[in-house]
């Protein structure tokens, strides 16, 4: 199963880094991309983005924070929220580097709206955020601006109906616990754990490792966020990690999140192509090649891709919409025509099932055929009996190795057996040929194609982009093929 995510919540006012107590008497802490980077250093498994004025300055600024967050050399996944209210938003801000992105304000004022998001983007971009406060005995009102204005609606039937309507993920945050740091609302966190069935990170409250571990031992969660004890400086992501490691919880290894990989001084690399389709995670894709030492071009003509060497098809979204997407710029042909062409080619997440014959997701849909097969979603987690499976799978789970592949010249050179890479998704590749499968993950009892090879076509169904070290090694090879 996934590991326990610990997930650094940075909320920003204009361009800092912002702490209150409740979201009031906000104090500076710091650079966003500053406080980003000493996190991702420390092993934090994702990161989240919270702009706390957004909404009621009508406005989303974290575009500008992603970005520069992606350049500094941080490859775990960005969750962004904050002033999202229309789909343009979403798309900039997976553009920009972002992965997810929450929504709270314009959810409750439009529920459809993430509806619309989730079949353009797919569901598992779509995080919905909950700031709840208690208004009686086991009783929670959500509310938005930074729990400052009521919405009337129940926080524990909020939540269901988010994910019917088609959020992925919760982000529930404790307006009452908040920069108290006495502990997390665990009445609160388990009346909605045990409502639904999407993964969940809970925040707001934490003070010391036992109240993480009280927290841990009360409820069945994907994500445990925290601030105050990070940003002065009362815990480290690292300390936190070998106490919950030595309590038995199941947190992705310390020794996996240090950065190695560095160019090759004067060595001669071909240029990367990486596809804009609108649906892609482009920028994190495109800094991660520029730090393992590739030239990389963001390519969206056919003429640009003949151009490309190397060329990268990067993934975060829907699988219809990204077809349509390759369609509307006439890019399927170009795609074709490079991989007969016998030039390396690499789908990542979403990009890894484009490869493939066809989808399931919101329909029948054809792929690029490519790679003979059918992308299928997850069994419902009500057909499968295995406590914290949900449905999307998102976060870090480990890659078993083809033994009988050859890694030399592949993107899995010198990558350990079973190590930790970052997935988000609902649906999996099933391969016709058994062969092509260079690695296998087993999510909720289901083992699926995690990484194939065809001759010079490779697909991950994991975000290389954002799997820290091990990741970087894997575009630090495919620059080299």
């Avoid at 709840?132 to 009783?139: D, L, M, S, T, V």
């Avoid at 014959?357 to 059918?374: A, Q, R, T, V």
Wanted: charged share 25%.
């Amino acid at each position: 199963m996934n590991r326990i995510r610990v997930i650094p919540r940075l909320d920003v006012k204009g361009p800092y880094v912002v702490k209150g107590i409740n979201f009031e008497g906000l104090r500076k802490v710091g650079k966003p991309s500053d406080l980003a980077r000493r996190y991702y250093e420390q092993g934090a498994d994702d990161l989240l983005y919270i702009d706390i004025v957004a909404s009621l300055y009508e406005r989303n600024n974290l575009v500008d924070v992603v970005e520069e967050t992606s350049s500094v050399g941080v490859f775990i996944p960005i969750t962004v929220g904050g002033g999202v209210r229309k789909i343009e938003d979403i798309r900039e801000l997976l553009f920009a580097g972002a992965d997810k992105v929450a929504i709270n304000t314009a959810a409750t004022r439009n529920p459809k709206f993430i509806t619309e998001a989730s079949k353009l983007v797919g569901s598992q971009s779509i995080v919905g955020s909950i700031e709840a406060k208690e208004i009686g005995p086991n009783k929670w009102e959500a509310y938005i601006d930074c729990g400052r204005e009521k919405t009337g609606l129940d926080a524990v039937e909020w939540a269901k109906e988010l994910v019917e309507l088609g959020a992925g993920e919760l982000l529930i945050t404790s307006v009452d616990h908040e920069g108290e740091q006495r502990g997390y609302d665990i009445n609160l966190f388990k009346a909605i754990t045990k409502e639904v069935s999407v993964p969940i990170v809970v925040s707001g409250g934490a003070g010391n490792l036992m109240h993480i571990k009280e927290c841990l031992d009360e409820i069945t969660c994907d994500g445990i966020s925290m601030a105050s004890v990070l940003h002065y400086n009362k815990l480290t992501i690292g300390e936190i990690k070998e106490f919950l490691k030595q309590n038995s919880f199941n947190v992705r290894t310390i020794s996996q999140t240090k950065i190695r990989v560095k160019p090759k001084e004067n060595a001669k690399r071909k240029r990367v192509g990486i596809v804009d389709y609108g649906a892609g995670n482009i920028r994190s894709v495109f800094n991660g090649f520029i730090r393992v030492g590739n030239p990389v071009n963001i390519v969206n003509t056919p003429e640009e891709i003949e151009e490309s060497e190397l060329l990268v098809i990067p993934g975060v979204g829907a699988f219809n919409d990204g077809m349509k997407g390759l369609k509307k710029r006439k890019l399927i042909n170009p795609i074709i025509e490079h991989v007969n062409n016998n030039k390396p080619i690499i789908g990542i997440c979403l990009g890894m099932q484009l490869l493939m014959s066809d989808s399931e997701e919101f329909g029948f849909n054809e792929g690029l055929d490519i790679i003979k097969g059918s992308v299928v979603r997850f069994k419902d987690p009500s057909l499968v009996n295995i406590k914290g499976y949900v449905v999307p799978q998102i976060g870090w789970n480990s890659i078993k190795l083809n033994k009988t592949h050859e890694w030399d010249g592949s993107i899995l050179k010198n990558i350990p057996d079973f190590s930790d890479v970052y997935f988000v998704h609902s649906f999996y590749p099933i391969i016709e040929e058994k062969e092509l499968i260079q690695a296998e993950t087993i999510y909720g009892n289901q083992k699926f194609c995690s990484s194939f090879r065809k001759n010079n076509v490779y697909g991950t169904q994991f975000h290389p982009e954002k799997s820290g070290e091990i990741g970087l090694q894997i575009l630090d090879n495919f620059g080299q093929l």
